[in-house]
């Protein structure tokens, strides 16, 4: 078992959708979570950070954590076509130093159809 | 603030050949990584530098794969020989103190070995 699945795809949507993207974990050693934003030839960008099991809401994404579950979503309302790109969830055990590793998902291709 | 940077953007190079990628990250970051994105895959650890000094070099093929970190900024990853297997996008990203809500990724090499 992967220490990170995360939901395959592609996904395609239309503009205005909510998207719901979803990852699993087996470690529970893992204490943060993010997720990423990768555009085509581009490195990941950092979306949303995220320690505690509950909500974080910025602007239109929402990410979601379940400890206990060990699972986790981002959530985007009003999707727009700016919005088409791979997402990766990240995870890693410790905040500094030498665990602060990333432990990344497969990733998963939105695509926001105007 | 400017970015990772990394060079080249691309390479194409035949199997048994050698290659070399540098990196410069942002200006303070202590935390040097080097990760490898095949395609259709998530970003994996290679190598962590903290300043000059490696933190986790534990998934790096020691056998083909070579990293340094002069004086604590710079960087360049070596692959000699290379294998077709190491297709892929080689992704540089620093952060300070090594935070993982503090990453900051470089576009990347993408290195196609024919």
């Known amino acids: 078992q992967k220490e990170v699945e995360q939901d395959p795809g592609p996904l395609s949507v239309p503009e205005g959708a909510i998207v719901s993207l979803n990852c699993t974990y087996s470690?529970?050693?893992?204490?943060?979570f993010m997720w990423y934003r990768q555009y085509s030839r581009k490195g990941p960008e950092l979306l949303m950070y995220?320690?505690?099991?509950g909500n974080k809401e910025d602007g239109r994404f929402t990410a979601q954590v379940d400890k206990s579950s060990k699972y986790i979503s981002l959530f985007i309302r009003d999707s727009q076509p700016s919005d088409s790109a791979t997402y990766l969830c990240?995870?890693?055990?410790?905040?500094?130093?030498?665990?602060?590793?990333?432990?990344f998902g497969k990733g998963i291709t939105l695509s926001v159809r105007p | 603030e400017a970015g990772v940077a990394q060079s080249p953007r691309y390479k194409i190079i035949e199997k048994r050949q050698s290659v070399a990628f540098w990196c410069n990250p942002i200006?303070?970051?202590?935390?040097l990584y080097w990760y490898q994105q095949i395609l259709g895959q998530g970003p994996k650890l290679l190598i962590q530098?903290?300043?000059?000094?490696?933190?986790?070099d534990s998934q790096l093929p020691k056998d083909r794969f070579s990293a340094e970190r002069l004086k604590g900024v710079d960087s360049t990853l070596k692959i000699q020989p290379a294998k077709l297997e190491d297709s892929a996008v080689y992704l540089c990203?620093?952060?300070?103190?090594?935070?993982?809500?503090?990453?900051?990724f470089g576009s990347g090499t993408r290195l196609t070995v024919v």
């Open positions: 995220t320690y505690s099991s």
């Open positions: 990240a995870m890693t055990s410790l905040n500094t130093g030498a665990n602060s590793k990333l432990t």
């Open positions: 530098f903290q300043n000059n000094g490696v933190v986790d």
């Open positions: 470690n529970s050693a893992f204490q943060y």
């Open positions: 200006s303070g970051h202590a935390t």
């Open positions: 990203a620093s952060s300070l103190e090594g935070r993982p809500g503090g990453y900051t």
